[in-house]
T-cell receptor, first 113, second 115 residues
Framework: QQQVKQSPQSLIVQKGGISIINCAYE??????FPWYQQFPGKGPALLIA?????SEKKEGRFTISFNKSAKQFSLHIMDSQPGDSATYFC????????????FGSGTQLTVLP | GAVVSQHPSWVICKSGTSVKIECRSL??????MFWYRQFPKQSLMLMAT?????????EQGVEKDKFLINHASLTLSTLTVTSAHPEDSSFYIC???????????FGPGTRLLVL
């Protein structure tokens, strides 16, 4: 029940295209859903996060879409750039004393110039 | 975002030796510290959670006597890999969290190679 399933495992997009990464969860107690970007040899960096009381959140070229009934959320990267090439992780967390993040398996995004 | 540092950024050691990794939260007080391990092309795996001044809680399968965690202050936590073996070679990442803080930040990671 703690799993977060992420797809696809890898994604290749042309420059200027839209990159879409999907995640699904089972635990309905999750109430915080962040996305992290990680470059090789670096720690993950927070991109954008959402709570289940909203269906969409946009920050610049990055948008999270959230479907509470389907228990799914996705990251959309508009106008993808070669500099966006990285590994992206979705995550989920239950508020409370533990507050540990449960991570998806990651998506390696390559944006071709 | 918050500033988190780790030292060293990479370390090579011989099998059987111990290695200490430091994690510092530079601009906030971390009441909770998470330590993760990441193998190549894999996701982050939580190793242990520690609260300042308390003993760490280890995830299933993580040996507490091998991975010693100290969280003696609100700005510093250390992970010591004792009697390291080649299978301990990995990328270790800390993540400090302040009480009531929603956003979780991560350190830059420490690459450990055990020969």
């Amino acid at each position: 029940q703690q799993q977060v399933k992420q797809s696809p495992q890898s994604l290749i997009v042309q420059k200027g295209g839209i990159s879409i990464i999907n995640c699904a969860y089972e635990n309905t107690a999750f109430d915080y859903f962040p996305w992290y970007q990680q470059f090789p040899g670096k720690g993950p960096a927070l991109l954008i996060a959402i709570r289940p009381d909203v269906s969409e959140k946009k920050e610049g070229r990055f948008t999270i879409s959230f479907n509470k009934s389907a228990k799914q959320f996705s990251l959309h990267i508009m106008d993808s750039q070669p500099g966006d090439s990285a590994t992206y992780f979705c995550a989920a967390r239950v508020s409370g004393s533990a507050r540990q993040l449960t991570f998806g398996s990651g998506t390696q995004l390559t944006v071709l110039p | 975002g918050a500033v988190v540092s780790q030292h060293p950024s990479w370390v090579i050691c011989k099998s059987g030796t111990s290695v200490k990794i430091e994690c510092r939260s530079l601009d906030f007080q971390a009441t909770t510290m998470f330590w993760y391990r990441q193998f190549p092309k894999q996701s982050l795996m939580l190793m242990a959670t520690s609260n300042e001044g308390s003993k760490a809680t280890y995830e299933q399968g993580v040996e507490k006597d091998k991975f010693l965690i100290n969280h003696a202050s609100l700005t510093l936590s250390t992970l010591t890999v004792t009697s390291a073996h080649p299978e301990d070679s990995s990328f270790y990442i800390c993540s400090p969290l302040a009480g009531g803080q929603e956003t979780q930040y991560f350190g830059p990671g420490t690459r450990l190679l055990v020969l």
